[in-house]
């Protein structure tokens, strides 16, 4: 185990760190940026179906589900395809809505989930085109759907998903630049600007990590906090959302992420000198808006810890702990965003002497209800 460990204390920590290599692997032979083609056999062979859907439904569970989120604001950001995000164990009890005009995208690491697959087998009986996106070959969601692509993350071992998640990110944003392009919703010029944007994603996540030693010493500080709140905006609610349920996972915190204007109407609440308060705060996300919100935290004594852009000035004078991400464009930001939150929550989990790799009562695929 010690050498599948690759010299690392945990998988997770392995998995965190093999993010930029597993990011490239997911893109490579698919996006071929320099000329500005992206390649992606399960969506060329079905595209009339692609552009002729009315609005796609992704099904997912956990961390995969956080991942669906992203891409509900990339599809239709960049594609502008209505999109709903379901949880596969909601939508399948449901009676849901579906056509044979829906395309249904099932997200899941493993292809094992249950809720997931059922979700498939129903929509499929309805007559929607199911895609998946899994990261384990051959396994029965990938059977089970009409196309799909695979991540190529490599194999994830720890329970807390890190490296599945980002792929699935890098996947899906391919999907929603292949799409926009093609329904002639994005520009030539945006469109090369965005896989040369999507290319540098992968060094700037290397950087990210050099920043360990900083995330260490603010996990330090609130190890043993009871409650966290994450607060995100648009592209990166989601994120908030992750960031939460990562630190929940593995050091058994209760966390909760919410977006950040959403704060006003119950979490704010909850803070008082006690309460950390992750924000994040990126230059070109609703900046001005995610400031005030900081503003608000600050005057009720709350704890906060922001992730900001490069260069920040603004937050860094308001906030108790400021973590830099490089510049890239706001839509993918998540791949960045999302690094710090995956090692605060691994130093916090590892302070407090927790089973990272196999936390309590978790299963890295939930195979059965
Ligand atoms: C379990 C795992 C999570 C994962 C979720 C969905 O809860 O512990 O890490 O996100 O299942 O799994 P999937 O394999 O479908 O992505």
């Known amino acids: 185990e010690q050498i599948e460990k690759g010299g690392y204390e945990h998988f997770m920590l392995k998995e965190i760190h093999e993010q930029p290599k597993a990011i490239i692997d997911t893109y490579r032979g698919r996006m071929l940026a320099d000329q500005g083609i992206i390649k992606m056999a399960g969506v060329d062979d079905h595209l009339e179906k692609f552009l002729n859907a009315d609005r796609i439904i992704i099904v997912a569970c956990g961390t995969s589900w956080h991942a669906g989120l992203v891409a509900e604001y990339l599809f239709e950001d960049i594609a502008r395809i209505p999109v709903e995000v379901e949880y596969a164990s909601e939508f399948r009890y449901r009676n849901p809505i579906i056509t044979d005009k829906d395309i249904v995208i099932a997200i899941s690491q493993s292809g094992e989930t249950a809720d997931t697959l059922a979700a498939i087998k129903l929509a499929k009986s309805k007559g929607a085109f199911v895609f998946g996106v899994c990261n384990v070959v051959g396994s029965s ?97 989601p994120v908030a959302l992750e960031g939460a349920l990562k630190l929940k996972e593995i050091s058994y915190i209760h966390a909760e992420g919410y977006p950040a204007a959403e704060m006003k109407h119950g979490p704010i609440a909850l803070i008082d000198e006690n309460m950390p308060i992750i924000v994040i705060a990126t230059s070109k996300g609703h900046y001005e808006k995610v400031v005030s919100n900081i503003q608000e935290i600050k005057s009720r004594s709350g704890k906060i810890i922001a992730i900001v852009t490069q260069g920040d000035t603004t937050v860094k004078e308001i906030a108790d702990h400021t973590i830099e991400i490089p510049e890239t464009e706001e839509a993918f930001t998540p791949l960045l965003t999302t690094i710090p939150l995956q090692l605060l929550s691994y130093h916090i989990a590892v302070f407090l002497g927790r089973n990272v790799d196999q936390p309590r009562n978790l299963a890295k695929s939930v195979t059965v209800e």
């Open 141 to 237: 969601i990938a059977r089970e759907t009409h196309a799909g692509a695979y991540t190529h993350a490599g194999p994830e071992i720890g329970v807390a998903s890190t490296k599945a998640f980002t792929t699935q990110i890098t996947v899906l944003s391919l999907i929603a630049l292949k799409l926009g392009k093609a329904k002639g919703k994005i520009s030539n010029s945006l469109f090369h600007s965005h896989l040369q944007t999507l290319q540098l994603i992968p060094k700037k996540i290397e950087e990210l990590l050099a920043i360990d030693d900083q995330v260490k010493h603010i996990a330090s500080v609130y190890k043993n906090a009871t409650n966290c709140l994450y607060l995100g905006r648009g592209f990166n609610f």
